[in-house]
């Protein structure tokens, strides 16, 4: 199966944003732009198994935080505002 960067040509982005029970990963999963993503969650080793099929590149807690902040402005009605 090729991975959906050389399917697409785009960069693929995995933000981890949680574990279940010690076993699962919650993470979203973005391609070509982290800002739209989907949630997904996997068992570990499925985990780094999709990683590495998808050649992710993992957003760092300060790159999260500021998807974080983002999203809070579209949802709280200030888009746009950069304080």
């Known amino acids: 199966m ?3 960067a050389a399917l ?3 960069r693929c982005f995995v933000r981890v944003t949680g574990t ?3 076993r699962f990963v919650e993470f979203e999963f973005a ?3 982290p800002e739209l993503a989907v949630e997904l969650v996997l068992q570990f080793d499925q985990f ?3 990683c590495a099929r ?3 590149t993992h957003l760092s807690p300060e790159e ?4 974080d902040y983002e ?3 579209w949802r709280y009605g200030q888009p746009g505002v950069d304080h």
Not at 64 to 67: F, I, S
Request: no cysteine; proline share 0%; hydrophobic share 40%.
């Open 54 to 56: 998808h050649e992710v």
């Open 8 to 10: 697409t040509g785009q």
């Open 64 to 67: 999260g935080a500021r998807l």
């Open 31 to 33: 391609i070509g732009d």
């Open 48 to 50: 780094r198994e999709f």
């Open 20 to 22: 279940r029970a010690a």
């Open 71 to 73: 999203r809070m402005k």
């Open 2 to 4: 090729a991975s959906a």
